[in-house]
C-alpha cells in the first residue's frame, strides 16, 4: 500500500510539472503573438534630423499656404486678397477684432482657416497682406 501511495504521489507531481510547463510554454507563445512589430522612434533621440522653423512666416506665405483657397476666389463670402470695401466693413471694428474672428472661426471660417500651426502674428500679417493695409 505504501508503495502504491508513492507511485500515486509520483504520477501526480509528474502531472502537476507537465501541466505547469505547458501553461509557462503557452504563455511564452501567447507573448511572441502580441509582441510588436517594430518600434517607431522620430527625432534627433533616434539620430533623426533636427527641425527648427526658420521663424516667423509673413503674410503672404500664411496667404498662399493656408488663406489663398477661400480668400483667392471669395469661396463662401470670404473677402478676397485686394478687396478694399470687403476688408473695411470687416476692419472696422479694428485688427484685433477680425484677428479674434479669424483665431476663433466665423461663419464659414474655420478656426485660424484651418492653419492651427500659424501664430496670431502671423494670422495678424496674413489679414493685413489680404487686407493691403501691410
Not at 502537476?16 to 512589430?37: G, M
Not at 509673413?58 to 498662399?64: F, H, N, Q, R
Not at 483657397?69 to 484685433?96: M, N, Q, V, Y
Not at 484651418?114 to 500679417?125: G, P, R
Request: aromatic letters at 4%.
Amino acid at each position: 500500500m505504501k508503495h502504491l501511495k508513492a507511485l500515486i504521489l509520483v504520477a501526480a507531481t509528474l502531472l502537476v510539472s507537465q501541466a505547469f510547463a505547458a501553461t509557462a510554454t503557452n504563455e511564452d507563445k501567447i507573448r511572441e503573438r502580441i509582441a510588436p512589430v517594430g518600434d517607431v522612434c522620430v527625432g534627433v533621440e533616434c539620430g533623426g534630423a533636427v527641425v527648427v522653423a526658420a521663424g516667423p512666416r509673413s503674410g503672404e506665405d500664411v496667404y498662399g499656404g493656408a488663406c489663398f483657397a477661400c480668400h483667392g476666389a471669395g469661396i463662401l463670402g470670404a473677402p478676397k486678397k485686394g478687396d478694399t470695401a470687403a476688408w473695411d466693413a470687416r476692419l472696422e471694428k479694428g485688427f484685433d477684432a477680425t484677428l479674434h474672428n479669424a483665431v476663433q472661426g466665423l461663419n464659414s471660417m474655420p478656426p485660424k482657416g484651418n492653419c492651427m500651426n500659424c501664430s496670431d502674428d502671423e494670422l495678424l500679417a496674413a489679414i493685413k497682406f489680404m487686407s493691403g493695409r501691410e
